[in-house]
């Protein structure tokens, strides 16, 4: 009998303390309905899902035919499960990381290097950048879903700087009357005068900070309590910002980065060098609803390895290189080897929810 190049994953969660806390988690859920043994702490945060080969989440194999027991150390020995673009442009790893997210509070503002700055800094501080890898994102989301994602048209920001003033006053006169000066200029001027223009924001002394946000909180609150419409500043998310992370720069972030709200099923992508932040939602990556009147769906074979997610339905999963059946319900993950179909039996007529990661060269 051919070896095993789909098996079913135990994945790691990640307790971050900025994650939804208990079954409000949908990692949470999706954990308790795919092991029956998990006890899900009500007191405690399931921030994230990881499924993949990173040294502080390497997934388990469920499958006793197989003597390795984590996936990065069956790919190691089973290199062409990767597919042959992906073993050679990835030196023989797999190149992704999928995950679940479950966001209850805002995550810090963040920006990924691309692939040459992120080897200069692996090698420069290994302990500090464990990853030699680039990290562009694509979330698509599973609940209504609110992010932070890249800088907003510079006239959006200025609009800004006109209304909220405790925000022109942390960027500074000179900065901001710089900044709407360069509208009409090239895009390289437009990016050195945002860059200064957020440098002075986020060096602003800690004290100013507080003072500004107080004040810019007890105005919104005082013109709400009049029973004035402060959305043209984002008022209510601002509130909500300043609840959670009482006097923190971040808050003023909203001014200057796109606010996206995503439906389910609706997705954003994140390049390197973009700056973004996470507000709240769960998401997860190429989507595929199976209508409970189909009997059967075939799973197309592909030249990389992939990962796959059953998030609604229960099925039996098999391939035509190994027969042995594979139970697969809500939460279920399934690592599936480069060139693998698999077959897909459905066994209630219920409607298919499956989330597969991979990577197309």
């Not at 290097?113 to 500090?128: D, F, R, S």
């Not at 609706?266 to 996470?278: I, K, R």
């Not at 998401?283 to 609604?312: H, N, R, W």
């Amino acid at each position: 009998m051919a070896a095993p190049r789909v098996f079913p994953l135990s994945c790691a969660v990640q307790q971050y303390a900025w994650g939804k806390m208990g079954s409000n988690s949908e990692v949470a859920r999706l954990l308790a309905s795919s092991d029956p043994l998990a006890q899900i702490a009500e007191d405690k945060p399931y921030a994230e899902l990881w499924m993949g080969t990173h040294p502080r989440g390497d997934a388990k194999i469920l499958d006793n035919r197989i003597s390795q027991k984590t996936l990065s150390q069956w790919i190691a020995e089973n290199q062409d499960s990767l597919g042959s673009k992906v073993k050679d442009t990835f030196n023989g790893n797999l190149p992704f990381l999928f995950k679940v997210l479950s966001v209850e509070t805002p995550l810090s503002i963040q920006a990924h290097p691309n692939k040459e700055l992120a080897e200069k800094l692996h090698l420069q501080a290994p302990q500090h950048y464990p990853d030699a890898n680039h990290k562009p994102e694509m979330a698509i989301a599973l609940t209504p879903f609110q992010g932070l994602c890249g800088f907003r048209p510079v006239e959006e920001i200025v609009t800004f700087l006109k209304k909220v003033p405790e925000f022109q006053f942390l960027i500074g006169d000179e900065a901001a009357t710089h900044l709407k000066q360069t509208m009409s200029h090239d895009s390289q001027a437009v990016a050195s005068s945002l860059q200064s223009c957020f440098s002075h924001l986020m060096k602003s002394e800690k004290k100013v900070v507080v003072e500004q946000l107080n004040l810019l909180v007890k105005r919104i609150s005082q013109q709400a309590a009049a029973g004035n419409n402060m959305e043209d500043i984002f008022g209510e998310l601002l509130l909500q910002l300043h609840q959670q992370y009482p006097g923190d720069i971040g808050c003023f972030a909203i001014y200057f980065l796109n606010l996206l709200t995503l439906k389910p099923g609706e997705a954003m992508f994140l390049e390197a060098n973009v700056p973004h932040a996470y507000l709240k939602g769960d998401f997860t990556i190429m989507k595929t609803e199976v209508p409970g009147s189909v009997t059967e769906y075939k799973v197309l074979a592909l030249d990389s390895a992939s990962i796959l997610l059953m998030v609604q339905g229960t099925v039996i999963a098999s391939t035509p290189t190994t027969q042995t059946p594979i139970p697969l319900q809500r939460g279920g993950v399934l690592f599936i080897g480069a060139n693998e179909s698999v077959s897909l039996k459905l066994t209630e007529p219920k409607d298919l929810l499956i989330f597969r990661a991979c990577c197309l060269l």
